[in-house]
């Protein structure tokens, strides 16, 4: 009996040691489905709430597509209730209808594969610049717990996450040096939402370096016919996927909408004419243009790094001076700002203050209250004090660039 149980003692201990063995092997790929399990569990918690999106237009959408034969909606689209997202989102939701489903968790399901999709693609990129797997798997972590990302998708259920997903994998090719093909995935970006433009510096700032070829842009509307294909296919009018462009600038003529942009300081009833809106579009441009002007007088060399910082900067300065802007229309600069402080390994501080300010925004619209009641309606300029603060940091690293190759060989 005594030599049974030796055996099985023996047994056990070898038992314990394979596993202890597996376990420090695969440390990284347990926590990483732990944690990846755990993050679509607290977005579960969220699935049955309501947005006022959700309620209008989201589930609308879902009903005209279910009711209409799916992609066969698409020749009655002109039917469909504030139609002015575009049809690269329309295919999704055509897609879930085929599914029996509750509405609002097929919707939302949609974001939460997005925002995997999303944080494997941060990752991708952390990897690209620091070869270190234990970072790339914190940058995936800190994406998928990130407060303004599981808002947006699990609390909101908007589709942000999509364009910007598409946009780090843009982002990601162009460090591969695969600019064609980069190209041709910012049109798939374009063709979920318009605010995929707030990342096209990038490619001024390459082309001015010889970087980029300028016909390469020709791939943008290939990609975005990609997305408007299956409207075609199912017997879409030629001309409606464009309307929606026209529907959003005529359906929101105000100069803010609860974001934190240079406008939320600014409060003139005069500036809601089409005059002066043009104006300040005109303005955005400028500035836009402006500081492009400055890093190609400055000589600053397009490498990866540069790139990271341009990236960033735009994602934010894009939004922060263009009018009409809303709460979600920073989620690009949330990603961007937290890629940037990572790949750079400075001013780490940047990134929560960036997703707070999104939070901060996103609170109003989703509970009707400010996160600071005693602040009311200034919550929304404290947002844009920050997004501000955050620029000017911006432009002082920029100085560096005068002077240095990267902002990271100054810290090497």
């Known amino acids: 009996m005594q030599k049974f149980f030796t055996s099985f003692n023996d047994v056990c201990q070898k038992v314990f040691d394979a596993f202890i063995k597996f376990f420090r092997k695969h440390l990284l790929l347990i926590v990483f489905i732990t944690l990846s399990?755990?993050?679509?569990?607290?977005?579960?918690?969220?699935?049955d709430?309501?947005?006022?999106?959700?309620?209008?237009?989201?589930?609308?959408?879902?009903?005209?597509?279910?009711?209409?034969?799916?992609?066969?909606?698409?020749?009655?689209?002109?039917?469909?209730?504030?139609?002015d997202y575009f049809y690269g989102y329309y295919n999704f939701m055509a897609?879930?209808?085929?599914?029996?489903?509750?509405?609002?968790?097929?919707?939302?399901?949609?974001?939460?594969?997005?925002d995997f999709g999303l944080a494997i693609g941060v990752s991708l990129i952390v990897h690209h610049f620091t070869k270190n797997k234990t970072t790339s798997l914190i940058s995936y972590l800190i994406v998928l717990y990130a407060p303004s990302v599981y808002a947006n998708s699990a609390i909101w259920g908007q589709c942000d996450q999509m364009y910007v997903c598409v946009v780090v994998y843009f982002f990601l090719l162009l460090l591969k040096k695969k600019n064609i093909w980069a190209t041709l995935v910012l049109g798939l970006a374009m063709g979920l939402k318009l605010?995929?433009?707030?990342?096209?510096p990038l490619l001024g700032f390459m082309w001015l370096n010889k970087k980029y070829?300028?016909?390469?842009?020709?791939?943008?509307?290939?990609?975005?016919?990609?997305?408007?294909?299956?409207?075609?296919?199912?017997?879409?009018?030629?001309?409606?996927?464009?309307?929606?462009?026209?529907?959003?600038?005529?359906?929101?003529?105000?100069?803010?909408?609860?974001?934190?942009?240079?406008y939320a300081f600014i409060e003139m009833s005069s500036f809601r004419?089409?005059?002066?809106?043009?104006?300040?579009?005109?303005?955005?441009?400028?500035?836009?243009?402006?500081?492009?002007?400055?890093?190609?007088?400055?000589?600053?060399?397009?490498?990866?790094?540069?790139?990271?910082y341009v990236a960033a900067l735009y994602a934010l300065l894009a939004p922060f001076v263009l009018p009409h802007m809303h709460e979600?229309?920073?989620?690009?600069?949330?990603?961007?700002?937290?890629?940037?402080?990572?790949?750079?390994?400075?001013?780490?501080?940047?990134?929560?203050?960036m997703i707070f300010s999104s939070v901060n925004n996103y609170t109003h619209f989703l509970t009707g209250e400010y996160i600071f009641?005693?602040?009311?309606?200034?919550?929304?300029?404290?947002?844009?004090?920050?997004?501000?603060?955050?620029?000017?940091?911006?432009?002082?690293?920029?100085?560096?660039?005068?002077?240095?190759?990267?902002?990271?060989?100054?810290?090497?």
């Open 49 to 83: 709430f309501v947005s006022g999106d959700m309620k209008y237009p989201l589930l609308l959408w879902f009903d005209f597509f279910k009711q209409n034969g799916h992609f066969l909606a698409f020749a009655k689209i002109n039917q469909l209730p504030k139609n």
């Open 213 to 262: 070829r300028i016909w390469n842009l020709l791939l943008i509307p290939v990609g975005f016919f990609i997305t408007i294909l299956p409207s075609y296919l199912f017997g879409g009018g030629f001309t409606e996927p464009f309307k929606v462009i026209g529907y959003q600038f005529g359906q929101y003529p105000n100069m803010n909408y609860g974001s934190g942009s240079m």
């Open 95 to 114: 897609l879930i209808s085929y599914f029996n489903a509750k509405p609002i968790a097929l919707i939302k399901s949609i974001s939460f594969i997005f």
């Open 273 to 308: 004419d089409y005059f002066n809106n043009g104006v300040a579009v005109i303005f955005a441009i400028a500035v836009l243009l402006f500081v492009m002007f400055v890093l190609f007088y400055k000589k600053v060399e397009c490498n990866d790094y540069n790139m990271m």
């Open 328 to 353: 979600r229309y920073f989620f690009m600069a949330d990603i961007f700002i937290l890629l940037y402080v990572i790949v750079h390994k400075k001013q780490y501080y940047l990134a929560p203050l």
């Open 373 to 412: 009641k005693f602040l009311g309606q200034d919550c929304v300029r404290l947002s844009a004090l920050i997004n501000l603060s955050i620029l000017i940091v911006l432009f002082l690293n920029m100085k560096k660039l005068f002077n240095n190759k990267s902002l990271i060989e100054k810290n090497n």
């Open 195 to 200: 605010q995929t433009i707030f990342i096209l």
């Open 37 to 47: 399990i755990l993050a679509l569990v607290i977005r579960m918690l969220f699935i």
